[in-house]
């Protein structure tokens, strides 16, 4: 019993009244590791943990949540933890103890003769309602950033995201997470290199655009703005798609002259700004959607490729604990505000139609002010030899217009998935660090 409650001891931690924007938060405080072995309260419909003898430390399980969630063989498939069968008719107790074998788990009997076992860790792990005690988790940090990362972006060489121990290509794809954007330098200047790449994250989506795509400047022939020679604001690519892009990949491969600055921004960044100055704003901007055209004209084989799709989405995407996890940006594409958005403006303000189109237009305007403000702006020059990679569900990027006499510039470009490149990082964590 002692080592169990060593196990699971230590990976308890103080309850924060804050949640960081963090995936599976690694350094965590414990708890002092008690003299006694927990102790079980059966309730009327639940069962509480006492976690230390003065049971100020707790969580307590509902018996259909415990029902719900038996592990044990005939409830669970060993192989993807899917449930077998149905677990939500009955959850009535027959009894609850602790195994006298120093297992370190609660065994609950249930009215049917069936026998669930939970182990300390898993309860631990799993607790959703408790006194002091917090699931324990690794965290990925997320760093906001504005114009200044100029001085040190996160860089990688392209020999060693190829390499086969998967090492460079982790610290690759936690690059990505952290900044949104990772540049691959020393990638041979050619379309293969960078689907090289792409491939060891992930299948490459194929849209309407195909696989890999290219532009040429001064040799457009493609009408839609992306392949044209005038500047490009600061987007999301596809927003009038549901299945927007993840993971972007842009490789300038053949340069004559100086080329173009692109430019780089972080939302995550400028959405901690509009909450700062104005929460109203923020409110408005995460629970008004608006609607972006999806007419997209590239005829191949006779063919005109248009989207199919049309989406609502906010402005900025939050999580269950309010913190920004998206950005749905596209100043070009936006179409018209509607009846709905402005019903859901007026709900979230409580107030009339006029002052609700006005504030939403005030809060968009604020928005586009941080976004055109060179405080937030990474602005480089994209040369042959350097790969870019950046979130599309969190970067805003772009470029200054083409130039006369700036000379031949070939690019290309693919995408991969959110979720593609998200479960090969989780992956390579799994393989690599546990």
């Not at 044990?72 to 933890?81: E, K, Q, T, V």
């Not at 790969?387 to 990027?397: I, V």
Request: aromatic share 10%.
């Amino acid at each position: 019993m002692r080592s169990a409650m060593l196990s699971f001891v230590s990976r308890a931690v103080l309850l924060s009244k804050h949640v960081p924007r963090v995936i599976y938060p690694v350094q965590r405080a414990a708890l002092t590791i008690p003299t006694v072995a927990p102790t079980v309260d059966k309730k009327d419909r639940c069962v509480v943990v006492n976690w230390s003898s003065e049971k100020s430390e707790w969580s307590k399980y509902h018996f259909p949540w415990l029902r719900d969630n038996c592990q044990c063989s005939l409830c669970r498939d060993s192989n993807f933890s899917q449930r077998l069968l149905n677990t939500l008719e009955d959850a009535t107790p027959a009894d609850v103890r602790i195994p006298d074998d120093e297992s370190g788990s609660v065994e609950v009997e249930w009215a049917d003769g069936h026998c669930s076992q939970f182990s300390y860790d898993w309860l631990l792990t799993n607790s959703y309602c408790h006194n002091k005690v917090l699931t324990p988790k690794r965290t990925r940090e997320v760093t906001l950033w504005d114009s200044s990362i100029k001085d040190n972006p996160p860089k990688m060489k392209y020999g060693d995201i190829m390499q086969d121990d998967n090492q460079s290509l982790l610290a690759l794809l936690r690059n990505l997470y952290q900044y949104g954007f990772t540049l691959v330098e020393d990638t041979p200047p050619r379309p293969e290199t960078m689907e090289a790449v792409g491939k060891r994250i992930g299948a490459i989506s194929n849209n309407f655009f195909g696989a890999l795509w290219f532009m040429e400047a001064g040799n457009m022939t493609v009408t839609h703005m992306s392949y044209g020679e005038k500047k490009i604001a600061p987007h999301n690519d596809m927003m009038g798609f549901n299945d927007t892009p993840g993971l972007f990949f842009f490789h300038v491969y053949e340069l004559e002259g100086e080329g173009t600055d692109s430019l780089l921004i972080d939302s995550f960044r400028l959405a901690s700004e509009v909450k700062k100055h104005n929460m109203e704003y923020f409110d408005l901007l995460s629970k008004v959607s608006l609607t972006y055209t999806n007419k997209y004209s590239e005829t191949r084989d006779g063919v005109l490729h248009n989207g199919i799709y049309e989406e609502y989405p906010t402005t900025f995407t939050v999580d269950r604990n309010g913190e920004v996890v998206k950005i749905r940006l596209s100043q070009a594409d936006r179409k018209p505000m509607d009846s709905i958005a402005l019903a859901q403006a007026m709900k979230v303000l409580s107030c009339d139609a006029d002052e609700a189109m006005d504030k939403m237009y005030k809060a968009l305007r604020y928005l586009h002010s941080l976004i055109y403000d060179p405080k937030y702006m990474y602005k480089f020059r994209l040369k042959p030899g350097t790969l870019m990679l950046c979130d599309n569900h969190r970067l805003l990027h772009g470029r200054d217009e083409f130039t006369k006499g700036m000379g031949r510039r070939k690019a290309c470009g693919l995408y991969v998935s959110q979720d593609e490149w998200h479960a090969k990082m989780k992956l390579l964590e799994s393989e690599l660090l546990d």
